[in-house]
């Protein structure tokens, strides 16, 4: 059994930002499980051809080590897994990482207000608190299609991606037009014989500038503060202006206008333009940012196929008309098990309670990060978390400011264990239903936002700034201590 203050589980950029803000407070009493080989989270799994980020870098990097590349806006999968590497490495993380370390289940011992963490392989930690940043995105989902098992050829998924797999001269077939599909596209559809796109509903797609800074920002990108005023930029101009039109029918509408005029302008043929073009409103589900996903679609080796598919063969995929198209691969861009937040692993709290089962009809958690019952447990990109229009890692260090703040009052009060009260995630979920009633989430088509109950799970439904606002509250005007106050 290995005993210590805080175990934190997953090394993506929420896992790394905790890990940072606990040696900057100057605790090294802490370890930190990856069920992967590597570090990175998502920019580990996904390596597929294309794999970028559609944010820019100088706003998706951490505060305490902002991105100052003069040379890429969006920097390619390989130089965000570097970058996170690299910030393991200057803030001496790599001691403290257990690598190929699933976890299997987490169990708070009453008596010893501590958290038993068992491994998939057996292994027993003992830990006075658990920091939870397994994402959100991490659990593929290659789509219940019936035929899946059948298809002799190689089964991709953009985070299951096996390099081995010779892409050059085949006929691939591509099941999803997500952000996945959109990035891939174009690297996959020059090199294959043939791509056929199998699209179930087409997403809206706004332009996305360069990957390279041109000359002139290169330069500008010189000048002594910047980078900081490019990032603030970049912060404010999505928080103003793309986080609201979920709420705004108005900013909605002039958004779609920019995504039709997208699409006129890189699609000429009228009738590939109708199959492209969303019946829903825009941010029903996430917003590609997205400039050579259409122009790949109008190649001569790539086809869009609208009909929906009835079921995988042997040797391809067939359609509701009879039509059946062969295929050397498929790439499954069927997205992620995204609403069973922290599963496969199993949560046992105070009373023998279980988050799997109270979690069976929807996540919720008191500001995504805290459960009533689960007492020092903390989620980070917990339930209603996710920023669809900003960034994610911006969002995960608020988070992380107030799991340090509440750790701070839970050592100030002298507590063994704190946790969320349940009038404060009762009240905080009155507020939570009544903003994401103004959204168009819970009129709006399924998404990986969504519960299949229909509860809305994943996105934040306001904006970055009033997450940051919010999170400004005082721990103890929320949570409560844990039974009798400990000798500390
Ligand atoms: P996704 O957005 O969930 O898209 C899945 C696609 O597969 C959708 O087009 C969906 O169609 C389709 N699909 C699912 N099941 C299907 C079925 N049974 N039959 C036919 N089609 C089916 O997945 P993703 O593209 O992998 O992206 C997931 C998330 O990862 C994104 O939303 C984004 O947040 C993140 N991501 C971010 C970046 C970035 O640059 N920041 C890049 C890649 C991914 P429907 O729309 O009809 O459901």
Redesign the pocket.
Known sequence: MSITRFLIVGTGFGGIEMAVALQKAGIDDFVMLEKGNDIGGVWRD?SYPGC????PSHLYSFSFAPYKGREKRFPPQQDILAYLRQVATDFRLWPHIRLNTAVAQAAFQEAQKRWQVITASGEMYDAECVIFAVGQ?HRPDF???PGRQDFLGPKLH?AVWDHAVDLREKRIAI???????A?MLPSLASVARSVTV????P?WILPKPSSDFGLLSRLALRVPGTHYLYRKSLYYGADVLLSPVVRSRLLGRAAEAVGRYHLRRQVKDASLRLKLLPSYPIGS??ILFDSHFYPALTRSNVRLITES?TQITATGIETANGERIAADIIVF????KTSEFLAPISILGRDSRSLNEEWASGAEAFMGLAVHGYPNAFIIAGPNTFNPAGSNPAMKEVQVAYIMRCLRWKQDTGADAVEVRKGAMEGYREWLDGKMNRTIWPASV???YKHESGKITNPWPASARSFAKMMRIHPGDSFQVVGDLGKR
Request: charged share 15%; net charge positive; glycine share 12%.
């Open positions: 996904n970028s980020c559609d944010v995105l789509a219940d299609i953009p099941i999803g037009t997500g952000s996945s599909a990035q199998y699209q179930r509903s997403g589900k996430r598919i861009t069927t997205g992620f399924n998404s990986w």
